[in-house]
């Protein structure tokens, strides 16, 4: 069931990945628009969202690097930095350009949900509060969870500082287990400690698209890389086809 895998997509003058982890769930990832003369992905969102049809079932999240949660029902603007929903046909988006967009759905595919976690979210571990959270208020218990993680920046790219180290060393035990040293630069695995709280939660891995985007620059926007340039757009739907 969870065997799908990324398709990259070319339509019209937009590239996209499209996953379909269920029947009725897809994942989409913009990639980097080379044919928009380097306009700001975030400028031409109404375009890209009308390529995928997907404009007026839009759920945006203004992220903070919080570790706010929000169910949601109907589209619009929410402030938080993960959101889930039980209806269908609702387009949770989540924009990033090195952060770890993470995308959930329960093994009955009632319950979708998305995550931004940039170093900050991770240290707070948004990913566990959003599984301590969905069983909470949903009854969905992690091990009805999967999880993909979209492209962010990997451990071949991501230098911090002890200000990173630090905070991660407060909270988390095994905080060692996800920085690298490498020529007196310090190096953080966001995507090992992101996979480490959901796996340790019980959720299980779908298929990642495991690219890093600083690597990647050509095809992703990387805040490192290329500060403020644009983000990269994901997004999750449970489509009700009937309707
Ligand atoms: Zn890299």
Not at 135 to 157: A, K
Not at 182 to 192: E, K
Request: hydrophobic share 35%; with cysteine; glycine share 8%.
């Amino acid at each position: 069931m969870t065997d799908a895998d990324w398709e990259l997509i070319q339509r019209g003058s937009l590239r996209f990945y499209e996953m379909h982890p269920e029947k009725e769930i897809d994942v989409f990832l913009t990639t980097r628009n080379l044919a928009d003369g380097g306009t700001d992905h975030d400028l031409g969102l109404v375009k890209q969202v009308e390529t995928l049809g997907l404009e007026s079932n839009l759920v945006v999240m203004k992220q903070s690097h919080s570790t706010m949660i929000e169910r949601v029902c109907t589209p619009g603007g929410i402030e938080a930095d993960g959101c889930f929903t039980t209806e269908s046909n609702l387009a949770l988006s989540v924009r990033v350009a090195d952060c770890v967009p993470i995308f959930f759905w329960s093994a009955d595919s009632a319950l979708i949900g998305v995550v931004h976690a940039g170093w900050r979210g991770t240290v707070k571990k948004i990913a566990l509060r959003f599984t301590e959270k969905v069983e909470r208020e949903e009854g969905v218990e992690p091990h009805r969870l999967f999880y993909s993680l979209g492209p962010s920046i990997g451990l071949c790219c991501y230098n911090v500082g002890k200000e990173v180290l630090d905070a991660f060393s407060e909270t988390w035990p095994n905080a060692r287990d996800f920085f690298t040293r490498r020529r007196d630069m310090t190096y953080l695995d966001l995507r090992a400690a992101n996979r480490f709280l959901l796996n340790a939660a019980g959720a299980r891995e779908g298929t990642s698209l495991d690219l890093c985007t600083s690597c990647e620059r050509r095809r992703f926007y990387s805040h490192r890389s290329e500060p403020g340039k644009g983000r990269n757009w994901g997004i999750i739907i449970h489509e009700d086809r009937a309707s």
